[in-house]
């Protein structure tokens, strides 16, 4: 890790704990004018945080895509780029981000504390395949943590529908339809992620599916999504239960991507 | 007759049974992801897991889910899984087509989301027949050679051999030579890793071809991927007491690796050793710099305890005595193992994984479009 990219990736960190805190102030006090100085924190926190990932690809000669550092460097850098583009086009609540800042800080810590030395890029991950994978393995998580972030807020809502605090937020069925088209797009990208890994897989190793820990975790994941899709459509599972489904679904998709080798070792580098 | 299948139609099709189904397919996944499983680690892993887990072994174990991807409960649930689909895309493109006719699936507003739909069930079909051939007949083998080495494809020349249940046994019986290994490496990770090779058949050419990491070899319906590649010390043998012969070959070892640090080391099990319940561990010291220059060859002889009784390292063109044995080290070669699959179901589930995609997208991009346009109502 560069000085550059220590000093760049400090300065991320401390802007997005500054919208978070503006954020959250404007959240209690209910000052609007507060919201938009979180959101220009955290535009200008995805800009260094860009700068990060740059200096990190040059100095390292490669995408920064090969360890858990920069896997989750990437990763964050998706979720709040997809959370700012979605909502400068209004469509998804900006309060949102109460649940995906936190997230992404988390996701980046625990990166940074599995060490940030640059390693060489190995002959398994130089395979056009790697991109594909990766990236749409960062989208999904990225759609899906916003629809966690919806089903948080839903089940608040619920909770205490006459909460002061809660009022600016949209109705529950509102915050019920983004949950479940944010889960769509992310189980679309969750798929191109899983066909895109099993046939990197088949010139890696010679199989396309081995039942490795984490592949089958991911596999997991995207049934128990398919599970989210089918039970809302054909029992019609919505609100609260829809709700407590994405947020078991999260939990699931966090073991995939980082609690696998609390169960043993497995072959599949993952973040 | 006619009311009984009615019924039986009506439940295999199901959505109900889809969901439980699906829940089902989760939590034995979910089994096979934490417990060890038969094939990924070794019997003697796997015992000591189970006595260290007494009460879950008992509940999990008559299910087999130590070996949860190949239990009966895994392979009925995924067939019954596989006849819901069927049967409810069935029902669904006949209930569409009587609606509004076969035009229905191809125009009007809803003609993408229902071609989305049924090509989606259709090629998760095709995905589940694909993985069954894969499951039935592929024939997955491991074997590792030195530089030089020739490998004629047979199956007591694999060191590890799965077939599928349903494949009949069937080898190609040409030969590979391994002509040349390379490796590349920066800050001591590898970098590159490719294998010559060279095939032949009883008479004809000599085919050239080169194997890299993610650049498999396909030779008479065979993919050669190159699995991992590591150094064979030629090691000479002797008892001490009578001069006798034991060993004199090249012993591939396996590499181990520790981020940049990297060891070379594997066991003779030679009837010699075994008869006297000992073990000759070789390794190939130190990992970094000395390999290619200074090779050093360690010998540890170990008791069937796992206890060193006698060692001793000795450089190339060396000879050393530890224990009763005179060990003389020759020669360093390369060497690499190589992964050859013969899978016949591949073909079929890249298929479907690709006709899944384009399922999943007719289904959801019209729905999406509409989220885009739609002004003034709910949030995404």
Same mark, same amino acid.
């Given at each position: 890790?560069?000085?550059?990219?220590?000093?760049?990736?400090?300065?991320?960190?401390?802007?997005?704990?500054?919208?978070?805190?503006?954020?959250?102030?404007?959240?209690?006090?209910?000052?609007?004018?507060?919201?938009?100085?979180?959101?220009?924190?955290?535009?200008?926190?995805?800009?260094?945080?860009?700068?990060?990932?740059?200096?990190?690809?040059?100095?390292?000669?490669?995408?920064?895509?090969?360890?858990?550092?920069?896997?989750?460097?990437?990763?964050?850098?998706?979720?709040?780029?997809?959370?700012?583009?979605?909502?400068?086009?209004?469509?998804?609540?900006?309060?949102?981000?109460?649940?995906?800042?936190?997230?992404?800080?988390?996701?980046?810590?625990?990166?940074?504390?599995?060490?940030?030395?640059?390693?060489?890029?190995?002959?398994?991950?130089?395979?056009?395949?790697?991109?594909?994978?990766?990236?749409?393995?960062?989208?999904?998580?990225?759609?899906?943590?916003?629809?966690?972030?919806?089903?948080?807020?839903?089940?608040?809502?619920?909770?205490?529908?006459?909460?002061?605090?809660?009022?600016?937020?949209?109705?529950?069925?509102?915050?019920?339809?983004?949950?479940?088209?944010?889960?769509?797009?992310?189980?679309?990208?969750?798929?191109?992620?899983?066909?895109?890994?099993?046939?990197?897989?088949?010139?890696?190793?010679?199989h396309y599916w081995s039942w490795d820990p984490l592949e089958t975790w991911s596999l997991i994941a995207f049934l128990f999504y398919a599970f989210y899709l089918h039970a809302r459509s054909f029992l019609g599972w919505k609100m609260k239960r829809a709700a407590w489904l994405t947020l078991l679904g999260i939990v699931i998709l966090a073991i995939s991507f980082w609690?696998?080798?609390?169960?043993?070792?497995?072959?599949?580098?993952?973040? | 007759?006619?009311?009984?299948?009615?019924?039986?139609?009506?439940?295999?099709?199901?959505?109900?049974?889809?969901?439980?189904?699906?829940?089902?397919?989760?939590?034995?996944?979910?089994?096979?992801?934490?417990?060890?499983?038969?094939?990924?680690?070794?019997?003697?892993?796997?015992?000591?897991?189970?006595?260290?887990?007494?009460?879950?072994?008992?509940?999990?174990?008559?299910?087999?889910?130590?070996?949860?991807?190949?239990?009966?409960?895994?392979?009925?649930?995924?067939?019954?899984?596989?006849?819901?689909?069927?049967?409810?895309?069935? &029902?669904?493109?006949? *209930? %569409?087509?009587?609606?509004? #006719?076969? !035009? /229905?699936?191809?125009?009007?507003?809803?003609?993408? =989301?229902?071609?989305?739909?049924?090509?989606?069930?259709?090629?998760?079909?095709?995905?589940?027949?694909?993985?069954?051939?894969?499951?039935?007949?592929?024939?997955?083998?491991?074997?590792?050679?030195?530089?030089?080495?020739?490998?004629?494809?047979?199956?007591?020349?694999?060191?590890?051999?799965?077939?599928?249940?349903?494949?009949?046994?069937?080898?190609?019986?040409?030969?590979?030579? &391994?002509?040349?290994? *390379? %490796?590349?490496?920066?800050? #001591?990770? !590898? /970098?590159?890793?490719?294998?010559?090779?060279?095939? =032949?058949?009883?008479?004809?050419?000599?085919?050239?071809?080169?194997?890299?990491?993610?650049?498999?070899?396909?030779?008479?319906?065979?993919?050669?991927?190159?699995n991992d590649v590591g150094y064979s010390p030629r090691v000479s043998i002797r008892d001490n007491k009578s001069g006798q012969l034991l060993v004199d070959s090249f012993v591939a070892l396996k590499t181990f690796r520790d981020g940049p640090k990297r060891?070379?080391?594997?066991?003779?099990?030679?009837?010699?050793?075994?008869?006297?319940?000992?073990?000759?561990?070789?390794?190939?010291?130190?990992?970094?710099?000395?390999?290619?220059?200074?090779?050093?060859?360690?010998?540890?002889?170990?008791?069937?305890?796992?206890?060193?009784?006698?060692?001793?390292?000795?450089?190339?063109?060396?000879?050393?005595?530890?224990?009763?044995?005179?060990?003389?080290?020759?020669?360093?070669?390369?060497?690499?193992?190589?992964?050859?699959?013969?899978?016949?179901?591949?073909?079929?589930?890249?298929?479907?994984?690709?006709?899944?995609?384009?399922?999943?997208?007719?289904?959801?991009?019209?729905?999406?479009?509409?989220?885009?346009?739609?002004?003034?109502?709910?949030?995404?």
């Amino acid at each position: 890790m560069s000085n550059l990219e220590i000093i760049l990736f400090w300065v991320t960190i401390f802007i997005y704990v500054g919208a978070f805190a503006v954020h959250i102030f404007s959240f209690i006090t209910r000052k609007e004018r507060m919201l938009k100085i979180a959101l220009w924190l955290l535009w200008t926190g995805l800009t260094v945080h860009t700068a990060v990932g740059i200096t990190r690809w040059i100095t390292g000669g490669h995408p920064p895509v090969t360890d858990t550092y920069e896997l989750n460097l990437i990763g964050t850098w998706f979720t709040i780029l997809l959370f700012l583009i979605f909502e400068k086009i209004k469509k998804v609540e900006i309060n949102i981000a109460l649940a995906v800042i936190p997230v992404s800080f988390l996701v980046l810590g625990y990166g940074y504390l599995s060490g940030t030395e640059i390693i060489p890029m190995g002959p398994a991950f130089q395979s056009p395949w790697l991109i594909v994978h990766v990236i749409f393995a960062w989208l999904a998580f990225g759609f899906y943590a916003i629809a966690t972030g919806a089903a948080v807020f839903l089940l608040m809502k619920l909770k205490n529908p006459e909460g002061k605090r809660l009022q600016k937020l949209p109705a529950p069925g509102e915050l019920d339809i983004a949950g479940y088209r944010f889960i769509v797009l992310g189980f679309i990208n969750h798929a191109v992620m899983l066909v895109s890994g099993a046939i990197w897989a088949k010139k890696l190793w010679g199989h396309y599916w081995s039942w490795d820990p984490l592949e089958t975790w991911s596999l997991i994941a995207f049934l128990f999504y398919a599970f989210y899709l089918h039970a809302r459509s054909f029992l019609g599972w919505k609100m609260k239960r829809a709700a407590w489904l994405t947020l078991l679904g999260i939990v699931i998709l966090a073991i995939s991507f980082w609690g696998v080798e609390l169960f043993g070792p497995t072959p599949h580098p993952g973040p | 007759m006619k009311t009984f299948l009615n019924s039986l139609l009506k439940v295999l099709s199901s959505s109900k049974l889809a969901l439980t189904l699906v829940l089902v397919v989760i939590l034995i996944s979910a089994a096979g992801a934490m417990l060890p499983q038969q094939g990924m680690y070794t019997a003697h892993e796997i015992a000591q897991w189970q006595e260290a887990h007494p009460l879950v072994t008992s509940l999990l174990r008559p299910l087999g889910l130590f070996r949860a991807f190949h239990s009966i409960l895994f392979l009925v649930t995924v067939s019954l899984l596989a006849v819901n689909t069927l049967t409810c895309t069935l &029902l669904r493109m006949a *209930r %569409v087509v009587r609606d509004g #006719g076969m !035009a /229905v699936l191809f125009k009007g507003p809803a003609a993408l =989301r229902n071609t989305g739909f049924i090509v989606l069930h259709l090629s998760l079909i095709l995905l589940f027949a694909g993985g069954a051939l894969s499951v039935g007949l592929t024939m997955d083998g491991l074997t590792v050679l030195t530089e030089g080495q020739v490998f004629k494809e047979e199956h007591n020349n694999y060191i590890r051999l799965v077939e599928g249940p349903l494949r009949r046994e069937y080898h190609r019986g040409f030969m590979l030579r &391994l002509a040349k290994v *390379r %490796v590349k490496y920066e800050k #001591g990770y !590898a /970098v590159e890793m490719a294998a010559d090779v060279e095939t =032949r058949e009883s008479s004809g050419p000599v085919e050239k071809a080169e194997i890299k990491i993610n650049e498999p070899f396909t030779y008479r319906g065979l993919d050669f991927t190159l699995n991992d590649v590591g150094y064979s010390p030629r090691v000479s043998i002797r008892d001490n007491k009578s001069g006798q012969l034991l060993v004199d070959s090249f012993v591939a070892l396996k590499t181990f690796r520790d981020g940049p640090k990297r060891t070379y080391r594997d066991f003779l099990p030679l009837p010699v050793f075994l008869q006297k319940k000992q073990w000759v561990v070789i390794t190939i010291i130190p990992a970094m710099d000395r390999e290619e220059n200074q090779p050093l060859l360690q010998v540890n002889i170990e008791d069937e305890n796992g206890q060193i009784t006698a060692k001793g390292s000795v450089p190339m063109n060396g000879n050393i005595h530890v224990g009763e044995y005179d060990f003389a080290f020759t020669a360093l070669r390369r060497s690499a193992s190589l992964r050859v699959m013969d899978d016949p179901g591949y073909e079929i589930a890249a298929i479907a994984l690709w006709l899944t995609l384009i399922g999943i997208l007719s289904r959801y991009i019209p729905d999406i479009k509409g989220w885009f346009k739609a002004s003034g109502g709910p949030p995404f």
